[in-house]
């Protein structure tokens, strides 16, 4: 037990002074950890992609990390940083604005680095952004309350990384779903 609050005092001491560049990196670690968890648990592949994992993670690292951050930074100066109000007001934003541009972006990029041509990744977004928006709101709501209400700003990205973990499996598999049809 002391060795993990040990862990966790040298983590906070580190997110203190560089909180995007810890951030970022524990959202692309998570990002790669679902990639992992898709492949060899839903899609029970017998050899792991790795340089599908690395780009997956990669567009946590450069992409969503720095994002969440920024995001919830401005969420707490414009709408507030406590109370049952506040979060409710925190995750209406979050739902209806970054949400959906936020996961459009993400499909884009994956897309992107699967290489994809811009038609193939508008036909992907036809196919799949609905689909995965609703589960979207199956989902983070709930976490979002919370977060906003729970959890200091620090460690706000942190807890969302940590459910992103499952989030992150689905998306990885239904973004590369139909790339396995295909295949």
């Known amino acids: 037990m002391a060795k993990a609050r040990g862990i966790f005092q040298i983590y906070q001491k580190v997110l203190a002074r560089r909180p995007y560049l810890v951030q970022a990196i524990q959202t692309g670690a998570l990002m790669g950890a679902g990639d992992l968890i898709a492949q060899i648990i839903i899609e029970k592949k017998s050899t792991v992609d790795y340089k599908r994992t690395l780009k997956f993670s990669s567009i946590g690292l450069f992409v ?3 994002a969440l ?4 930074g401005l969420l707490n100066k414009y709408v507030g940083a406590t109370g049952k109000t506040v979060a ?3 995750v209406f934003v979050d739902q209806f604005i970054f949400a959906p541009t936020f996961l459009f972006f993400i499909l884009v990029a994956v897309g992107t680095m699967q290489g994809k041509s811009w038609n193939s990744i508008e036909k992907d977004m036809h196919d799949n952004y609905f689909d995965v928006l609703k589960s979207n709101y199956y989902i983070w709501p709930w976490v979002q309350l919370v977060n906003f209400y729970y959890i200091p700003l620090q460690y706000q990205v942190l807890l969302v990384q940590f459910v992103a973990l499952f989030w992150n499996t689905y998306l ?8 396995q049809l295909l295949e």
């Open 64 to 66: 969503g990390g720095p």
């Open 69 to 72: 951050r920024v995001w919830y």
């Open 88 to 90: 409710m007001k925190k």
């Open 172 to 179: 990885s598999w239904k973004t590369n779903s139909t790339k």
